[in-house]
Structures are given as structure tokens and as C-alpha cells.
């Protein structure tokens, strides 16, 4: 344990860049093994020895960019390899054993591996060779892949009725736009946090458009009531939906103005995206689960 601490204010002191860090994760003994006291971990045992998704790798200990997935290629030498960093990311350190020379995090100096030069195996001809525990990987996100946030009163019977739409990927029931951060649906139940029940739509904008989940929505659900959804009476049970742009705004006013033309009168509120919320596990995909149907949702058709 003190040589584990001495290590790390060794490490800090020596980096020019520590009056900059931003608070360090917190490692294992085993991260720590590697990461500050320059271990190896054992060849083909990493978790990203042969991973191949698209995105960035990060440094464990201080989440700084190092790599990207395009440099990263199969070496054969058990350990993930890449023959480019991030300009600036990576900073080179002559090994103790003084022939091979160690590359570390240039942000907080954590061990990452060494570098290897000449060896031909791609056109770089270089290899980073990299512990998979010094990394931790971030995915990157599809263009196409947007978000939608609806609130019609319980949860269960939104998310039903979204969860088989051509161009739904997910659907999540939570809560959003109360003034408590991680409430629980005891607390919200309560309706004195502010939260409404509602459900994030992850959704692919190539296959479905944002104003094709927002008439849905209006169908699924009386958004003429004022207090709640059917049965379900009370301040989370509202009906809103949680708008991330002015785009999205324009399009549930031009909707609300279809209905209102049509007699209606929407009770519907518009507000500004908020903290999204997941509620507990129990409460994801209920009716899959029950193999029953909402007792307060059923699609009523109102646009053209």
C-alpha cells in the first residue's frame, strides 16, 4: 500500500501537466498494478486484445483521449496494438531496463505499455503495444441515433405502445423535470418532487421521424386531460413532452395546432429537456413481462 502511494505523488510531481489534472479515477490493486507501478498484464488476457467497435480508447486513469479504433490493428502479440495516437496524447519515457522505451498518458503519466519501431507491420511502422487495463473505451455514437422524451401519464403503457415501432432501437421508463437528482418512484409517487413519468426513445432518425413518434404519441393517450390519464390522477401523471431543440418545438406546436383545429382542446405542456432519470429495473418493459396490455393507453387515431 505505500509504495502503491508513494508511486502515484512520484508520478505527479514528475508530470508537467498535474496543477491541470482533473480528479483521478479511483483503480483496483490490479489497475494499479499496471497503470502506476508498471506492470504487464498477461498476453490475450485483455478485454480489448481483440475488440473492434468503433470509437475512441481512453486513458483508465484520468479519462484523457489516447487512441482511435481506425489505428488500432492485430499484431498477433496478445496485446491491442495501434500504429497512431492522438496528437499530444501519448508521451514516450526510456524503460528502466534502458532498450525498450515506455509510452504513458501524457496527461497524468499513467503506464500504458511501450512502443515499438521497425517492425513492419503496417505502413506507420510502428506499434503501440497497450495493456487492455489501462483503457477503458468509449463507443461512438451513430449519427442517425437521436432521443425523444414523452410523459403520458404511467410509464408502462407509453413504453408499450413505442417499444415496436419500425425505427425504435429502445425505450426506457423514467422520470423527468423534478427538482431532486435520482429519485426513485417511491419518491415520485409521492408527486412533491416535480417529476413526471416518462420514457426516452432512442430512436434511428433514417428509418423514423421525430414528428412520426410525436403523433403517435398524441394517439396513444387523451392529451385532453388535465390531471392525469385515465385512472392515474396526479402531477406525474401529466401529459408533456421534453423537447431538445427548436426544431422539435416547432414540430409538437404544429401538431398541437392540428388537434386544436380539430376541436380539441390539448392539455399537453411543452417544456425544455431535463435530467432523464431510469426508474428501477422492475419498472422496464412491464406489459412484455406480464404478457398483458395497457389498461389506460389504446391508440386512437387523430392525424391524417
Excluded at 280 to 294: A, F, L, T, V
Amino acid at each position: 500500500m505505500l509504495k502503491t502511494v508513494i508511486s502515484m505523488m512520484l508520478l505527479m510531481l514528475i508530470n508537467s501537466n498535474a496543477a491541470e489534472l482533473k480528479t483521478l479515477n479511483k483503480l483496483t490493486d490490479k489497475e494499479s498494478r499496471v497503470i502506476i507501478n508498471k506492470g504487464t498484464e498477461r498476453a490475450y488476457s485483455g478485454k480489448y486484445y481483440k475488440y473492434k467497435k468503433d470509437g475512441t480508447y481512453l486513458c483508465k486513469w484520468c479519462d484523457a483521449p489516447l487512441y482511435k479504433s481506425s489505428s488500432k490493428f492485430d499484431s498477433g502479440c496478445g496485446w491491442p496494438s495501434f500504429d497512431d495516437e492522438i496528437p499530444g496524447a501519448v508521451k514516450r519515457v526510456k524503460d528502466a531496463d534502458g532498450r525498450r522505451t515506455e509510452i504513458v498518458c501524457a496527461n497524468c503519466g499513467g503506464h500504458l505499455g511501450h512502443v515499438f519501431i521497425g517492425e513492419g507491420l503496417t505502413d506507420k511502422n510502428i506499434r503501440h503495444c497497450v495493456n487492455s487495463i489501462s483503457l477503458k473505451f468509449q463507443e461512438k455514437k451513430a449519427d442517425n441515433l437521436s432521443k425523444a422524451y414523452f410523459a403520458g401519464g404511467c410509464f408502462w403503457g407509453v413504453e408499450y405502445h413505442f417499444e415496436n415501432l419500425n425505427g425504435v432501437i429502445n425505450v426506457v421508463s423514467g422520470f423527468m423535470g423534478g427538482d431532486i437528482k435520482n429519485p426513485s418512484y417511491r419518491d415520485v409517487v409521492r408527486g412533491d418532487t416535480g417529476h413526471l413519468e416518462v420514457v426516452e426513445i432512442t430512436y434511428d432518425s433514417k428509418k423514423v421521424t421525430y414528428e412520426s413518434l410525436a403523433k403517435l404519441f398524441f394517439e396513444i393517450h387523451d392529451p385532453t386531460q388535465a390531471n392525469g390519464q385515465g385512472p392515474d390522477i396526479g402531477s406525474q401523471y401529466l401529459s408533456a413532452i421534453f423537447v431538445s431543440n427548436a426544431d422539435e418545438r416547432k414540430t409538437i406546436k404544429k401538431l398541437i395546432d392540428i388537434l386544436e383545429s380539430k376541436g380539441l382542446k390539448i392539455a399537453t405542456k411543452i417544456e425544455d429537456k431535463k435530467p432523464f432519470y431510469k426508474a428501477e429495473n422492475y419498472h422496464q418493459d412491464y406489459y412484455q413481462r406480464k404478457g398483458s396490455q395497457p389498461y389506460c393507453h389504446a391508440y386512437v387515431k387523430r392525424f391524417e
